[in-house]
């Protein structure tokens, strides 16, 4: 959960007495916004938070949650399987349909759930990331259309290759080069525009938009 402040409001253009935020972060490969702080811990029990906060009122829920394991399919053990669906999939269920409800209630809510390119695309030892990232698109979509007369958005944001510290890391400055000559766009993108994206998403001047999966990928899914 995201505390409310003038200044976190105001980079979102909304009133702050009406800013809520609840944020489920496992692995912050990029932030959703610098002005903001985590309250949800890593590994801790959604169901326990959910109980902890049942009385709460939410304007914004952004799960950001991911977990990945790159394995053939048929090396792939149940309780990888489960850890994977149980990150990237059942943690987003049991936030949005508690939390959810109260949007409906006030008639008033924003929802954003950050998926992947691989919500909609695939490749080998992709099996479980792809079906609990597909899954969540399918659960995005179903939401959307019984929350849109209660002025509830909801949307996913599936980002391409990012250059965020954890990019860097993990791959030599050649391999970075590399992927970047594949990008259309022929660099990867910065932080700061998903992170404008997903600003409009959350924002109250999204006032129709809902449904979607928002791709910024600078063109690589398209090829």
Same mark, same amino acid.
């Given at each position: 959960?995201?505390?409310?402040?003038?200044?976190?409001?105001?980079?979102?253009?909304?009133?702050?007495?009406?800013?809520?935020?609840?944020?489920?972060?496992?692995?912050?490969?990029?932030?959703?916004?610098? /002005?903001?702080?985590?309250?949800?811990?890593?590994?801790?029990?959604?169901?326990?938070?959910?109980?902890?906060?049942?009385?709460? &009122?939410?304007?914004?829920?952004?799960?950001?949650?991911?977990?990945?394991? !790159?394995?053939?399919?048929?090396?792939?053990?149940?309780?990888?399987? &489960?850890?994977? =669906?149980?990150?990237?999939?059942?943690?987003?269920?049991?936030?949005?349909?508690?939390?959810? $409800?109260?949007? *409906? =209630?006030?008639?008033?809510?924003?929802?954003?759930?950050?998926?992947?390119?691989?919500?909609?695309?695939?490749?080998?030892?992709?099996?479980?990331?792809?079906?609990?990232?597909?899954?969540?698109?399918?659960?995005?979509?179903?939401?959307?259309?019984?929350?849109?007369?209660?002025?509830?958005? !909801?949307? *996913?944001?599936?980002?391409?290759?990012?250059?965020?510290?954890?990019?860097?890391?993990? %791959?030599?400055? +050649?391999?970075?080069? +590399?992927?970047?000559?594949?990008?259309?766009?022929? /660099?990867?993108? +910065?932080? &700061?525009?998903?992170?404008?994206?997903?600003?409009?998403?959350?924002?109250? +001047? %999204?006032?129709?938009?809902?449904? =979607?999966?928002? $791709?910024?990928?600078?063109?690589? &899914?398209?090829?």
């Amino acid at each position: 959960m995201y505390q409310k402040s003038h200044d976190q409001a105001r980079g979102l253009k909304t009133d702050s007495s009406q800013l809520f935020l609840l944020i489920n972060i496992l692995h912050n490969s990029y932030q959703v916004s610098k /002005r903001a702080t985590p309250l949800l811990p890593n590994h801790y029990p959604v169901q326990k938070f959910v109980a902890e906060h049942s009385s709460d &009122s939410v304007d914004i829920l952004v799960n950001n949650a991911g977990e990945n394991v !790159v394995q053939p399919l048929a090396e792939v053990d149940f309780q990888t399987w &489960s850890t994977i =669906q149980n990150i990237n999939l059942n943690a987003p269920f049991l936030l949005m349909q508690h939390f959810g $409800v109260g949007m *409906c =209630q006030k008639r008033n809510g924003r929802i954003l759930n950050i998926a992947s390119l691989f919500s909609f695309l695939s490749k080998a030892g992709r099996a479980s990331y792809t079906s609990s990232k597909s899954g969540l698109l399918g659960l995005t979509r179903t939401a959307a259309i019984e929350w849109a007369p209660y002025n509830v958005m !909801v949307n *996913c944001l599936s980002p391409g290759f990012v250059n965020t510290e954890l990019t860097r890391k993990n %791959n030599t400055d +050649e391999k970075i080069k +590399e992927i970047s000559s594949l990008i259309p766009a022929g /660099r990867m993108a +910065e932080p &700061s525009e998903i992170a404008k994206t997903a600003a409009f998403l959350v924002s109250e +001047e %999204n006032s129709y938009l809902t449904g =979607q999966n928002i $791709v910024v990928d600078g063109g690589i &899914s398209i090829l």
